[in-house]
């Protein structure tokens, strides 16, 4: 088992890179023609930090890259000088710094850093005694071969690079968008689902409300009867009719509820702008719940295109969102209410930062009659979803359990 540990220590510590730069400089030297002390000392150091740098993070900065081919340069430029200067066969060591320039730095950084290599090979000529020695032409065409193998390789690389990463940017952007067309098909999935579901259980809601409201008439006029005569009678009869008169009359305006469910809405679309619809549905949750201690908080995007919208409904669906915003809020807390645009939308989210909705109840909550509510009728949402359909728009729900909710409500621009 240690020995085990140890060999999955080994691959995490020495990668199959380190080897092969281990094994090229030590190659390097064995096929010298100088093999000097100076040039052995330069070809560890170089192989030392080609396989240390990308282990240490700062290297990976903008700063420790350029720190990281300086020293690549440097230890290059030394390298050619311990072998010969101009005739050294090291000249290629110069490819390694450009090469890095050209896969880490911009155009102008690869530019600049080819124009330093160039010149650092050509700084030998420096060294030389004129008085003593000239240069052949036949050699001047060598070193001028060597600058321009230079310049082809840095140019070469830093294309190559540039168009590895417009095709990754093509590929991220690909993704991104095929994410978002599945997101959109996903959402758009469960909208038919719901909209099934919904007009199955409109069609059942109407067929039982009728049903309903005619022995609910019956029992009406029974305990009203009862009260009439006997009313003188016994107290204990008294109260339970009036309990009989007020449970009906509760249950009525419960079915009332179903049927306006159930029923196609009559929409007067006009277009409208949203804003103002948005204020009246506050002002109207101000009045019912006048010391609910939360705050409403707008973010509204300035010169927003006008929707095709009941007005009238529209105030009902972003009341009863805000509603439910304000009841799954903390004591003190805030519900913001935002709106942005798109090409063909016009998107309303109401977002709250309480307890949030698990995923298993996400799939159910637009559909009647369900409710997380100890008193709730599980109708609310519903109702909103169905007036959101018919205004031929969309509405997601986003949350997590302890993270708040958003309600998004998209609703097509006015043509």
């Known amino acids: 088992m240690l020995s085990g540990i140890a060999l999955q220590f080994l691959r995490q510590m020495v990668r199959a890179q380190d080897i092969a730069w281990l094994l090229l400089f030590g190659a390097l030297h064995a096929v010298s023609p100088a093999r000097n002390p100076a ?5 560890i150091a170089l192989a030392a930090f080609q396989v240390i740098s990308p282990r240490i993070h700062w290297f990976s900065t903008t ?10 340069l440097f230890l290059g430029w030394l390298l050619i000088g311990v072998t010969f200067g101009l005739e050294s066969s090291y000249y290629l060591i110069l490819v390694l710094p450009v090469v890095s320039a050209a896969t ?3 155009g102008w950084g690869a530019f600049i850093t080819t124009i330093i290599a160039c010149g650092a090979y050509l700084s030998f000529l420096l060294f030389l005694d004129w008085n003593r020695y000239v240069i052949p032409p036949d050699q001047i065409e060598e070193i001028s071969l060597r600058v321009i193998f230079l310049l082809l390789v840095g140019y070469l690389t830093y294309e190559l690079t540039r168009e590895n990463r417009i095709a990754a940017k093509k590929y991220q952007a690909a993704a991104t968008d095929l994410a978002e067309a599945n997101r959109h098909l996903q959402d ?11 007009a199955a259980l409109g069609q059942l809601t109407a067929g039982l409300a009728h049903e309903l409201r005619n022995p609910l008439g019956t029992i009406r006029s029974s305990a009203e009867v009862l009260q009439k005569k ?8 008294q109260e339970l009719t009036s309990y009989i008169t007020t449970e009906v009359e509760r249950t009525d305006m419960l079915i009332t509820r179903f049927l306006q469910f ?21 002002e109207q949750w101000k009045h019912r719940f006048p010391a609910s ?4 908080l707008r973010n509204d995007l300035p010169h927003l295109h006008p929707v095709q919208i009941d007005q009238e409904m529209m105030e009902q669906v972003i009341l009863n969102l805000l509603i439910n915003a304000v009841e799954a809020s903390p004591e003190q807390g805030v519900v913001t209410i935002k709106t942005r645009e798109t090409e063909q939308s016009v998107e309303v989210s109401v977002i709250d930062r309480g307890t949030g909705i698990g995923h298993e109840h996400r799939e159910s909550i637009f559909n009647p009659f369900y409710t997380t509510k100890p ?4 109708l609310g949402l519903a109702i909103v979803s169905k007036i959101v359909d018919e205004h031929g728009g969309h509405i997601f729900v986003e949350s997590n359990p302890g993270e708040g909710t958003v309600f998004r409500v998209w609703l097509p621009i006015a043509s």
């Open 262 to 282: 159930a029923r196609p809405f009559r929409l007067q679309l006009a277009p409208s702008s949203i804003v103002p619809v948005i204020d009246r549905a506050i």
């Open 375 to 378: 008193n709730g009728v599980g």
């Open 39 to 43: 040039e052995l000392q330069l070809l």
């Open 63 to 72: 700063a420790g890259n350029t720190v990281s081919i300086a020293i690549k």
């Open 104 to 106: 880490t730095l911009s």
């Open 293 to 296: 201690g939360i705050t409403v």
């Open 230 to 237: 006997l009313a003188d009678g016994d107290p204990v009869v």
């Open 188 to 198: 758009a999935e469960e909208h038919i689902r719901r909209a099934d579901r919904l």
